[in-house]
């Protein structure tokens, strides 16, 4: 009988309890003998290995987190840890490896795999950043998240006639606070990959009043400029103070968006068909919403794109 390991592994994302979920039910499926591992890829290296079945996963899929808890990966890049790992994998019989996570958990992913260990990765952060992948687990369910943080906070924001900025997740990727800035109308947007439209937004802001703009909503990804920060530097410069919001982990929390628990169902089970098939290395996804898998190579090559449309259309719309 084959043997698979589940992790999940990095920050949490809503929808990883449910890709947990149809993992495991699909290896048993198949006639595969399902454990879990938990605390990700440092659970690996310690050997937390427990055995799963279908009752292991029932209930789950509407909760947020993740049941099998998860760490940051880092260890599995030392020649030790790597080798703990490898051990582990011998140990317990371990013929495939899924891996639940973001960009470094596909990462570590791939360092296994080149040490022989059959793997596949299923994407799974609110971030959404990993390069060419569109479809990630947990992102619809942060974006409606931060988007009704938006809508309160615009309630309040033109009761008093008084800008708010909201600070949300993305230290390297704006993809967080582009998509809720539009879904919000936010009249600006601040992300790392146009850093140096600052000023110029900045700017925008100070003329507000001259265009009948009683207030500003204005949403900063964490990794363009600190949302306390951008206040001090309207206030000097525009002698405007706003209230700022900080985000932060609220937006990991909650029951994952039916969009998010149908997509971990999917990449969940075809991750397992994958290696079902012989076919590792690969993180699995949706394109033209059909599962697809793509080579670690592959996604590794990319860089992370900014969709330059959405980003201009915001700017258009909040004129």
């Known amino acids: 009988m084959k043997r698979f390991g589940v992790l999940t592994s990095g920050a949490d994302a809503p929808g990883m309890n449910a890709a947990i979920r149809a993992v495991v039910r699909s290896g048993i499926y198949y006639g595969v003998d ?3 591992i938990q605390y990700g890829f440092q659970g690996l290296i310690d050997g937390k290995i427990e055995k799963m079945d279908a009752a292991s996963v029932g209930s789950i899929m509407q909760r947020g987190g993740t049941i099998l808890q998860s760490s940051p990966s880092d260890a599995v890049f030392t020649d030790e840890g790597k080798e703990s790992a490898l051990q582990t994998i011998k140990d317990h019989g371990i ?8 960009k470094e958990a596909v990462q ?15 994407p799974a952060t609110i971030d959404s950043d990993i390069p060419g992948v569109s479809e990630v687990i947990g992102f619809d369910t942060a974006l409606n998240t931060v988007m009704d943080y938006i809508d309160r906070i615009r309630d309040t924001a033109s009761s008093h006639e008084k800008s708010s900025i909201i600070e949300v997740m993305g230290r390297d990727t704006g993809n ?6 539009l879904a919000g109308g936010a009249e600006n947007i601040l992300i790392p990959e146009k850093k140096e439209d600052l000023d110029s937004i900045v700017e925008q802001i100070k003329q507000g009043p001259s265009r009948s703009k009683r207030y500003s ?7 363009s400029v600190s949302g306390i920060d951008l206040n ?3 206030k000097q410069e525009a002698g405007i103070e706003s209230r700022v919001t900080v985000l932060g982990h609220t937006q990991r929390g909650g029951a994952p968006t039916a969009a998010d628990r149908i997509l971990a169902s999917r990449l969940g089970a075809y991750a397992v ?8 290395g690969v993180v699995v996804t949706l394109k033209d919403n059909q599962p697809e898998a793509f080579s670690y190579h592959a996604v590794h090559e990319q860089a992370v794109q900014v969709d330059e ?11």
């Open 309 to 319: 449309y959405v980003y201009n259309l915001s700017s258009r719309l909040s004129i």
């Open 217 to 223: 909503i204005v949403v900063v990804a964490e990794g």
């Open 232 to 234: 001090e530097r309207l």
């Open 95 to 102: 013929d495939s490896l899924i891996v639940i996570g973001g």
């Open 108 to 122: 570590a992913a791939a360092v296994l795999e080149e040490s022989g260990v059959p793997t596949a990765a299923i």
């Open 34 to 36: 399902m454990l879990g």
């Open 273 to 280: 068909e994958q290696l079902m098939n012989e076919k590792s």
């Open 176 to 181: 967080l606070a582009l998509w809720s800035g």
